[in-house]
């Protein structure tokens, strides 16, 4: 299986570490999405698309990025994402970018995300919420759902 993650991380790194683990597992690159041309994707069986959270949506680069796919039928895909904030089940932050991909041609297989230090503006003064995110067991989620990810492409 051949598999590439394109992520935007910018504040803290925190997507980043993330990327990393579920790379290390699906012995996938982590890339920006202006170190990949989109022409790429279609060598690849498996792609990861993520970033932090931004007031409730996915980063405006990755957002562009997948915007700028041209349709057509792909392999598998995932989201995956850290934020501040839990991601609500009546309004799931990762459903905009999931029918984005879907409407590109991807099959996508799953979503990722946790939480992660976030010192949006009037978080700032205090150092931010939940600090000291993402920790080992986020990691450790992480690795898990890449792990399963990895054994149902497989399959």
């Given at each position: 299986?051949?598999?590439?993650?394109?992520?935007?991380?910018?504040?803290?790194?925190?997507?980043?570490?993330?990327?990393?683990?579920?790379?290390h597992v699906l012995?996938?690159?982590?890339?920006?999405?202006?170190?990949?041309?989109?022409?790429?994707?279609?060598?690849y069986d498996l792609?990861?698309?993520?970033?932090?959270?931004?007031?409730?949506?996915?980063?405006?680069?990755l957002r562009e990025?997948?915007?700028?796919?041209?349709?057509?039928?792909?392999?598998?895909?995932?989201?995956?994402?850290?934020?501040?904030?839990?991601?609500?089940?009546?309004?799931?932050?990762?459903?905009?970018?999931?029918?984005?991909?879907?409407?590109?041609?991807?099959?996508?297989?799953?979503?990722?995300?946790?939480?992660?230090?976030?010192?949006?503006?009037?978080?700032?003064?205090?150092?931010?919420?939940?600090?000291?995110?993402?920790?080992?067991?986020?990691?450790?989620?992480?690795?898990?759902?890449?792990?399963?990810?990895?054994?149902?492409?497989?399959?």
């Amino acid at each position: 299986m051949k598999a590439v993650l394109v992520c935007t991380s910018v504040s803290h790194g925190n997507t980043k570490r993330i990327a990393d683990v579920m790379g290390h597992v699906l012995s996938a690159r982590v890339v920006t999405p202006d170190q990949i041309d989109p022409g790429e994707l279609a060598d690849y069986d498996l792609v990861g698309f993520g970033s932090g959270i931004f007031l409730g949506a996915f980063h405006t680069q990755l957002r562009e990025f997948v915007e700028s796919l041209p349709q057509e039928q792909r392999r598998k895909a995932f989201v995956f994402a850290t934020s501040g904030f839990p991601e609500a089940r009546f309004q799931r932050f990762s459903r905009p970018l999931v029918k984005l991909l879907e409407q590109k041609g991807f099959e996508v297989t799953g979503t990722f995300s946790c939480r992660a230090l976030d010192t949006f503006a009037p978080f700032k003064p205090f150092g931010g919420i939940k600090k000291n995110r993402p920790n080992g067991a986020d990691l450790a989620a992480a690795r898990t759902f890449a792990e399963r990810l990895r054994a149902h492409i497989a399959a």
